[in-house]
């Protein structure tokens, strides 16, 4: 049984940065894509970024070039560095994995079959 959990999370200012951290356990999941989405209240969950186990990676364009995705596989963990952030980015945040071998990263979130419980990032003015 794979548990992801999520940790991180806080309130920052806009224009300020944060990173999220997951740690897998349960199984190594070094050639498993890893994943970050979110969700504000009332809306969707929608993807946030993605890295399989060869570094490629895929992000949302509305975080493109503030936020990356890292894994350490040593580790068993998944990183979301997160800078310039805005209000819009307000949102829990939720890691996730998929259960196919040597995949490659995708945005959906019916793709993966494990995910953490969220960890809530605030952003104020």
């Known amino acids: 049984q794979v548990q992801l959990v999520e940790s991180g999370g806080g309130l920052v200012q806009v224009g300020g940065s944060l990173r999220l951290s997951c740690t897998a356990s349960?199984?190594?999941?070094?050639?498993?894509?890893l994943a970050w989405f979110r969700q504000a209240p009332g809306r969707e969950r929608e993807f946030v970024a993605a890295i399989n186990w060869r570094a490629i990676m895929k992000y949302s364009d509305s975080v493109k070039g503030r936020f990356t995705i890292d894994r350490d596989n040593a580790k068993n963990t998944v990183n979301l560095q997160m800078n310039a952030l805005k209000n819009e980015d307000t949102a829990l945040y939720f890691c996730?994995?998929?259960?196919?071998?040597?995949?490659?990263?995708?945005?959906?979130?019916?793709?993966?079959?494990?995910w953490g419980r969220g960890t809530q990032v605030n952003v104020s003015s």
């Open positions: 996730a994995a998929d259960s196919l071998v040597g995949a490659v990263p995708t945005t959906r979130a019916r793709d993966y079959e494990y």
């Open positions: 349960g199984r190594t999941l070094d050639r498993n894509v």
